[in-house]
């Protein structure tokens, strides 16, 4: 950035900061900065990384600096390097965005401590700040929010709402807040149709109305009631489990959900709600007993748990680069089949002993990879609910077959589009033969070769080919990684952490 440059966009980003009301020390608070680095930048006298500018123009809802024709945001990476040392695990996505919903309940302060900064989490913040919760980052990754005694559903941000699905999980904490208001269709990843009728079954048992129409859901808040509740889930879905726990916090009575998910997420949401004052039992089996309590105002500090699918992902960078790397804060409950399949197709790993998560329930472990001879598995590779491997996990085993010797079948039977997309894969050298919406073959060994590939609409096959491009000899581009972001921290500048190179640039 030119000397000119830095000049015109501290003038622009002192004009969205005025416009938007705000002081420099209120701004640095944001951004997790100093109010010095605030004025230098608005002097003209620091630099600003794409990232930060990244970040300011996620603030704003503005254009900070004109980058050429196109703001989207590109990888360059140089493979074929032997990766070495350890990287953490960040918190988790899916947890993070549950509890974020789930603050609605509280009329207390609540604090998120090491919240994963994400597009995902950024888009929940944005429709959470458009109905009047106070959200305030303390630092990088701690958020505070407070919400006021009412809510004003009518100004929810429409366009934050619909690139994200995670807006859904929003109708539980609502059961009660408004007689009527409406939620813009959720958006997120294109993974074929994925309906939303489980969740509606879920909250019809407390009387809850929704209709689908012109692209919102109209709502019809039940009357408020003491009743006692049972009923099954439909379908053991991860966010189905939660919206419904949400439903049932606030509500006087005790509710019993059978066939609920015990994922990693919908523990982490469990271990939050009974620091509020909630009883939960049965949490991490499939039958929740939860007795509400409607009036919950407590001021709270809650650590979200790590997250299980970025271990896995730092786990393939080691294995496909066939390097010895520790990936630390690997919560080992929700990687033990993972763990297991790898070392069935011949991954030498090392995993220490067992500590506590700061939630002071999850327990974590460190896993180092080793260069290891991998061959195909005898069976096929397949997800299934906790206990089972993990759903979103299952995409990561085609770039680790790829680096095995035989063929691997992988069976993506939840997603009609996700094993299509990991036929990119090929572009990059692989051999994945697409059966059928659900099922492809990975033939290896694989002589990954670099290349220009585009991101799929997907997070995982996204990120299955940045960690492939990681194998591959020469320099490889990754074009528009908007979906990585949404569901991962910085995870370029943490590859490199680890021996990686790559580097973010924009057309």
């Given at each position: 950035m030119t000397?000119?440059?830095?000049?015109?966009?501290?003038?622009l980003l002192?004009?969205?900061?005025?416009?938007?009301?705000w002081?420099?020390?209120?701004?640095?608070?944001?951004?997790?900065?100093s109010?010095?680095?605030v004025?230098?930048?608005?002097?003209?006298?620091?630099n600003l990384s794409?990232?930060?500018?990244?970040?300011?123009?996620?603030i704003?809802?503005?254009s900070i600096v004109?980058l050429?024709k196109s703001?989207?945001t590109h990888?360059?990476?140089?493979g074929?390097?032997?990766?070495?040392?350890?990287v953490?695990?960040?918190?988790?996505?899916?947890?993070?965005?549950?509890l974020?919903?789930?603050s609605?309940?509280?009329?207390?302060t609540t604090?998120?401590r090491?919240?994963?900064?994400?597009?995902?989490v950024?888009?929940?913040?944005?429709?959470?700040?458009?109905i009047g919760?106070?959200?305030?980052?303390?630092?990088?990754n701690?958020?505070?929010?407070?919400?006021?005694?009412?809510?004003?559903?009518?100004s929810?941000?429409?366009?934050?709402a619909?690139r994200?699905?995670s807006?859904?999980?929003?109708?539980g904490?609502?059961?009660d807040?408004a007689?009527?208001y409406?939620l813009?269709?959720?958006?997120?990843?294109?993974?074929?149709?994925?309906?939303?009728?489980?969740?509606m079954?879920?909250l019809?048992?407390?009387?809850l109305s929704?209709?689908?129409s012109?692209?919102f859901?109209?709502?019809?808040?039940?009357?408020?009631d003491?009743?006692?509740r049972?009923?099954?889930?439909?379908?053991?879905?991860d966010?189905?489990?939660?919206?419904?726990i949400?439903?049932?916090?606030?509500?006087?009575?005790?509710t019993v959900i059978?066939?609920?998910?015990?994922n990693?997420?919908?523990?982490?949401?469990?271990?939050?709600?009974?620091?509020?004052?909630?009883?939960?039992?049965?949490?991490?089996t499939?039958?929740?007993k939860?007795?509400?309590?409607?009036?919950?105002?407590?001021d709270?500090?809650?650590?979200?748990s790590?997250?299980?699918?970025?271990?896995?992902s730092?786990?393939t960078?080691?294995v496909?680069?066939?390097?010895?790397v520790?990936?630390?804060r690997?919560?080992?409950?929700?990687?033990?089949?993972?763990?297991a399949?790898?070392?069935q197709?011949g991954?030498?790993?090392?995993?220490?002993g067992e500590?506590m998560?700061r939630?002071?329930r999850?327990?974590?472990?460190?896993?180092?990879?080793?260069?290891?001879?991998?061959?195909?598995p005898e069976?096929k590779i397949?997800?299934?609910?906790f206990?089972?491997?993990n759903?979103d996990?299952?995409?990561f085993?085609?770039?680790?077959?790829?680096?095995?010797?035989?063929q691997?079948?992988?069976?993506d039977w939840?997603?009609?589009n996700?094993a299509i997309?990991?036929?990119?894969?090929?572009?990059?050298g692989a051999?994945?033969?697409?059966?059928?919406?659900?099922?492809?073959?990975?033939?290896?060994?694989?002589?990954?070769?670099?290349?220009?590939?585009?991101?799929?609409?997907?997070?995982?096959?996204?990120?299955c080919l940045?960690?492939?491009?990681?194998?591959?000899?020469?320099?490889s581009?990754?074009?528009?990684?908007?979906?990585i972001?949404?569901?991962y921290?910085?995870?370029?500048e943490?590859?490199?952490t680890?021996?990686?190179?790559?580097?973010?640039?924009?057309?």
């Open positions: 000397q000119q440059t830095a000049e015109h966009v501290g003038l002192r004009d969205a900061r005025s416009q938007k009301g002081t420099q020390g209120q701004l640095a608070a944001e951004l997790g900065t109010q010095s680095a004025a230098r930048m608005e002097q003209g006298k620091q794409l990232k930060m500018i990244q970040r300011l123009e996620a704003f809802g503005r004109q050429g703001q989207m990888l360059r990476v140089e074929g390097r032997t990766l070495s040392g350890s953490d695990v960040n918190t988790s996505k899916n947890a993070g965005v549950a974020l919903c789930a609605l309940i509280n009329r207390g604090t998120l090491r919240l994963a900064r994400i597009e995902e950024n888009r929940i913040v944005e429709v959470l700040s458009s919760v106070e959200c305030t980052w303390l630092n990088d701690d958020l505070r929010l407070r919400r006021p005694a009412n809510l004003d559903l009518d929810m941000d429409v366009e934050a619909r994200t699905r807006v859904i999980m929003l109708l904490p609502l059961l807040e007689g009527e409406r813009p269709y959720a958006g997120g990843c294109d993974l074929g149709i994925r309906t939303v009728e489980p969740h079954q879920a019809r048992q407390f009387g929704v209709e689908a012109s692209g859901y109209s709502v019809q808040a039940p009357p408020t003491t009743l006692d049972s009923f099954v889930l439909t379908e053991r879905g966010t189905v489990t939660e919206n419904a949400m439903a049932a916090a606030h509500r006087c009575g005790t059978r066939n609920a998910s015990p990693y997420m919908v523990q982490d949401l469990c271990f939050y709600l009974q620091r509020l004052g909630v009883e939960i039992d049965g949490v991490g499939t039958t929740l939860i007795t509400g309590k409607p009036a919950i105002d407590v709270i500090e809650y650590f979200p790590e997250d299980p699918i970025e271990a896995m730092l786990i960078a080691g496909v680069t066939n390097s010895e520790t990936i630390r690997v919560p080992i409950e929700f990687m033990e089949i993972e763990l399949t790898l070392e197709m991954q030498q790993l090392e995993v220490s500590y998560a939630n002071g999850t327990r974590l472990v460190d896993v180092t990879t080793k260069p290891s001879e991998l061959r195909a069976d397949h997800p299934m609910p206990p089972g491997l759903i996990n299952l995409p085993f085609a770039v680790i077959a790829g680096n095995a010797e035989g691997t079948m992988i069976h939840v997603y009609e996700r997309y990991l036929t990119e894969l090929n572009k990059l051999r994945v033969q697409l059966l059928d919406p659900h099922r492809i073959y990975v033939n290896g060994p694989t002589r990954w070769r670099a290349a220009e590939v585009g991101c799929p609409p997907a997070l995982r096959p996204a990120a940045l960690l492939a491009m990681l194998a591959a000899r020469g320099v581009e990754l074009r528009n990684i908007y979906v972001e949404r569901g921290e910085d995870l370029a943490r590859l490199n680890i021996g990686a190179k790559i580097e973010y640039f924009q057309d």
